[in-house]
């Protein structure tokens, strides 16, 4: 599903993560909490940021954290000096090894850029489309192709700011895919109803009626990041005591990687007994879309009242702090997506006319290559008929060849072989003879 959840965590706080070895220590009460049962450690997995230089990214990372002094200056970096390039200078003292390759990694992501810069190309020229260079170049401003040959600090200054501002961007990209999701499915219904006579569209704007009531009988939602919210998973999700309700633990059962942070993923997890309320996957009037949607909603909800330093991770001192103020005691209820259209009625109305003007230029090329194709029809009719005279001129030319090619027959002879020949010749003028052959 393109809604899945890929978006994890910028560069920079990943590296920042993995220097984390142990989780805050809590004091839980054994007698209450289930622990679960032990397994091996296993490395954590990569998650894939959602972007197109994602591996290159996780690459780049894997090997600058192998580097104990780039460990060490990253571990006293806070994070908006990290933002800033501060932390970029500090390539020029990593390890000869590190630095070696990270130069291969820089010369094959090149490569690889040349390679789909090349392909961009050839498909663009092939229809007659003028390439944009700079376009081009400006979608791998991360990496600084002028030296394709050894990675330097600009290089992990680029990495960073890209990867920082792209990441950023990518859930304002999500909501309007969304809600270009929403006005093509309105858009569709609409256009059924037009197909249908008086009595079809009755029905079916009833049937559409009862499927949103439907939708919105639901239990009542928490306010995500609530006490009320969070005691229930610590009710239906851990199997405990919802009067024992303690933030502390609360974290460290769901600090899910030992880290001493929410991510982003973490976080959307505590969110599934409540879309679990209104979304069903067995249900006509429940899109499976939406839910992400709205998971998404609740995640960005969270992440903007508890993430004070912007980081997009959720620290357990954030965390607590954030369990102390009014809005966790006391919230506001939560506005569900059906309440709360993706779009407006004059976006759709743009959006309608936008697909207007987009079926009109495909109906006009479908006209244009019609008239295309069926002058190619005449041409080759056109080829086929010259194509035939030109056959039968040369077999009128070697009929010729053939004829003139016969050596001539002898008269007397042809006389001797059939006597009434020379019965059916015309008698000669006087002082003429006939021809005849001398022999000597």
């Known amino acids: 599903m393109r809604w899945s959840r890929r978006f994890s965590r910028c560069c920079l706080f990943l590296i920042s993560l993995m220097i984390c070895s142990v989780a805050v220590p809590i004091s839980v009460d054994k007698t209450k909490v289930r622990l679960p049962e032990e397994k091996a450690q296993e490395p954590p997995q990569s998650v894939d940021t959602g972007l197109h230089y994602d591996r290159y990214l996780r690459e780049v990372i894997d090997f600058l954290e192998k580097d104990q002094h780039f460990r060490e200056k990253l571990h006293n970096t806070d994070m908006e000096d990290i933002k ?38 050839d498909i663009e020229g092939g229809k007659g489309i003028s390439v944009d260079h700079q376009a081009l170049l400006k ?20 990495l960073i700011t ?87 633990t609360f974290f460290n059962l769901h600090d899910t990687n030992g880290d001493g942070y929410f ?29 992400e949607e709205e998971r998404l909603r609740m995640r960005e909800h969270v992440m903007n009242e508890v993430d004070t330093n912007k980081d997009r991770l959720v620290s357990l001192d954030e965390f607590l702090v954030a369990t102390k103020k009014k809005e966790f005691l006391e919230p506001e209820s939560w506005e569900t997506l059906e309440q709360n259209q993706a779009y407006t009625d004059e976006e759709m109305r743009e959006f309608e006319e936008h697909l207007t003007r987009e079926e009109k230029d495909l109906n006009q090329k479908t006209i244009d290559l019609q008239k295309q194709k069926e002058e190619l029809e005449r041409q080759q009719e056109q080829l086929n008929a010259q194509k035939l005279e030109l056959q039968q001129a040369v077999e009128h030319m070697e009929r010729l060849k053939s004829q003139r090619a016969e050596p001539p027959v002898d008269v007397k002879e042809a006389e001797n072989a059939n006597p009434t020949l020379g019965l059916n010749r015309e008698p000669l003028p006087p002082g003429q003879q006939h021809d005849t052959p001398l022999h000597s």
């Open 162 to 248: 890209s990867a920082t501002r792209d990441l950023e961007n990518y859930d304002k990209e999500r909501h309007e895919e969304f809600k270009r999701y929403e006005m093509m499915k309105e858009h569709e219904r609409r256009e059924h109803l037009k197909t249908l006579d008086e009595d079809g569209r009755k029905k079916e704007e009833e049937h559409y009626e009862e499927m949103k009531k439907k939708h919105a009988d639901h239990p009542k939602i928490n306010h995500p990041g609530s006490q009320d919210q969070l005691k229930e998973v610590w009710q239906e999700a851990d199997g405990l005591d919802p009067e024992d309700f303690d933030p502390k």
């Open 84 to 121: 800033q390039g501060k932390l970029a200078k500090e390539l020029d003292f990593v390890s000869h090894h590190v630095r070696t390759k990270l130069d291969e990694l820089k010369r094959q992501e090149v490569g690889r850029l040349r390679t789909l810069i090349k392909a961009k190309q």
């Open 263 to 291: 991510d982003e993923q973490e976080l959307e997890s505590l969110f599934t007994k409540e879309l679990e309320k209104i979304y069903d996957p067995a249900n006509e009037e429940d899109d499976m879309v939406e839910m």
């Open 139 to 158: 979608q791998f401003e991360y990496l600084n192709h002028r030296n394709p040959h050894t990675f330097e600090v600009e290089d992990l200054d680029r």
